[in-house]
């Protein structure tokens, strides 16, 4: 299908962040049933996943969101227009930049939390 | 087999049956859904709300408003598909052998299902309407 290059970084991180997305999805479906069990239980849970180093993973959960997401879209323009194949490596640069503009925010409020110090109590 | 077309024409013939396209159509629907629905999803409760402030009253709060139960119900339901079907693809292609491959498959659908379960139970766990 690809004859490596981008287009095969592209298909194996797709993959990898959907694989993580999936984990992470269950694991927050099970964290925000925990609510369903009152707030002693649910509190203990929500601190318990405020460490930092939680924070960290929710920085590359967003990574993995992001870029699984707009790379999805390449995917689409891909198979639904004539072209889309043709420029497929050039629309992988632009999943980069879009990928770059969307992260930014996050990145800035959730490390800026971190380097902060902030868990809170 | 899960199709490996990158074109909706070359899509429709590798199709083996019809599930298998309708999956591969679902895929790209939902897909572009999604991406829209967790910028949304992530944009609040990071960026507008302080991820360290989140906690059971904030949950419970959200889940108490109809439009946030649809939202993250739209969110459940079409990520663990969009998840599930994923995986079933990784799967094909990673476990060779047919009866350890049906099995981690039983074993993983059920958790999926579980989990749609318990979210949802969740989401309508609490009361309509509260502010």
Redesign the interface.
Known sequence: MYRGREGQWAFYLHRLSGLGILVFLMLHVANISSAMWGPEVSNALMKFYHQPVFQLGLLLLIAGVLYHGFNGLRIILMDFTPWGVRYQRQLWYGVWVLFVIFYLPFLVKIGGGILGGSHGD | MAI?S???QE?RLEASTNLELYWWVFM?IS??V??FL??GH??MN??LT????????Y??KR?SQTTWKIYDLLI?GL??LH?AN??RY?LDDWIRNPSRRFWTKVVLYS??AF?FF??S??LF??DFGVN
């Not at chain 2, 302080?50 to 009253?57: E, F, K, M, R, V």
């Open positions: 490996k990158k074109r909706y899509a790209r897909g572009v999604l991406v967790l910028i992530m944009w990071a960026i302080d991820l360290n402030s989140i906690d059971y009253d949950v419970a889940l459940l990520g663990l998840g994923g995986l990784v958790l999926i989990l318990l979210g139970l969740s766990n609490h």
